[in-house]
């Protein structure tokens, strides 16, 4: 406290004022943050799919109180993405829950609420004035027409960030299009760089450029509100899938953009400018070596019974590497060849080569380092029993994301959200429900 209020000195006087009302806040809620950073944090999710959930559940890991908002029927469109299902155990009727949607919901209390309902979007209104962030992925404009879009919403909190995560963005030609991750990684260079060399451009295996950008919001939202802290105002961000996907070209973006010249295509899992750095099939399986330069090269012909190589002017230095990287390649493949993953794992720990078996999904769960780093536990849920989930990811010194509550059936907290955050009776709520508002 005495830091903070240290620093509050160093800010201009005519934020000071916000300043202290942030210090108060961070005060208050001190014993909580130790271990839950963001506890006090009000968010309402008012996201479906990937994307956002994605977002609003590293906020709710870090301790914030989510509320998210969904259909009163059919609720989050990843509710019927299935199989797999976690079977209900009470007697409920339906398949259960989808891995799908359970992968990204936790930590959160379900509102099932229609907006088509003017009552509901009162409701919605006086849960954005006490809220803090406001994650929605609607196509640009589309919430203008239910009083939800940022203009109006910002007059009733000034301090509201508001985060847009849409697939092109609120502006541009695109602007207009639904985005889905598939899309955007065809349309922006992914799909393109992804797959065999002579094969055609493959989908990433995960919808990673829906959960880069739910990285990205997070990480916005998380810098609007240190702003906020400083100024006191709030503000719209504008994060979308195409941008993201972009930006995440990386290196092979700045390549083209600084040769001017096209990229050289898909590699499988080879390097365009590295050999040998890929995988290898053995007996049973593949193995993945990393030779990235002279030296590790070395170990690799050592390990491989082939020291020779290590002379051979076509290998000697990574550009004769690269030059006649099919053949050795090959030469490489026909050794790893005939022996299993397991055996080429023996040989090949302690040796200072990098080297990685290629898991199956079932394997990485089931890694002893995945468990170990405790990527796996299990939670009890309401209506499924006990469910194996992937733990939140980093490691803090000082705080302990955690896992607070189980993803929440379709409208399991509606009762409660409309009486604690609303301040609705239960004959209010009743009525609400006969009418279909909410559910």
Known sequence: MNRLTTAIRHVPKQFRSNSLVFVRSVANTAAATKKLPLAGLKVLDMSRVLAGPYCTQILGDLGAEIIK????????????????????????????????????????????????????????????????????????????????DYATVSRLNPRLIYASITGYGQTGPYSNRPGFDVMVEAEFGLAHLTGSRDGPPVKVGVAVTDLTTG????????????????????????????????????NMGS???ISGEKDSGRWGTAHPSVVPYQSFKTVDGDIFVGGANDRLFGILCDRLGKPEWKTDPRFTSNNERVRNRTELENM???????QTTKEWQSRFEGSGLPFAVVNDIQGTMNHEHVRARGMVQTIDHPSCGPIKVISPPVKYSKADPSIRRPPPLLGEHTHEVLREFVGLDEARILELKEKGVVA
């Not at 105002?233 to 941008?243: M, R």
């Not at 490489?332 to 005939?338: D, K, L, M, N, S």
């Open 69 to 148: 908002i969904e259909h009163p029927v059919r609720g989050d469109d990843t509710r019927a993405w299935g199989p797999p299902y976690a079977a209900y155990q009470d007697g409920r009727e339906g398949p259960g829950e989808s891995a799908y949607y359970l992968s990204v919901n936790r930590n959160k209390r379900s509102l099932a609420l229609s907006f088509a309902h003017p009552e509901g979007i009162s409701i919605l209104h006086r849960l954005i004035q006490d809220c803090d962030v406001l994650v929605e992925n609607y196509l640009p404009n589309s919430l203008t027409k239910y009083n939800l």
């Open 332 to 338: 490489i493949e026909t050794e790893t060849g005939r």
């Open 255 to 257: 390549s083209v953009l």
């Open 215 to 250: 990285l990205y919001a997070c990480n916005s939202i998380m810098a609007a509100l240190l702003a906020r802290g400083i100024t006191g105002e709030g503000q719209h961000l504008d994060v979308c899938l195409s941008d993201c996907q972009v930006a995440t070209l990386a």
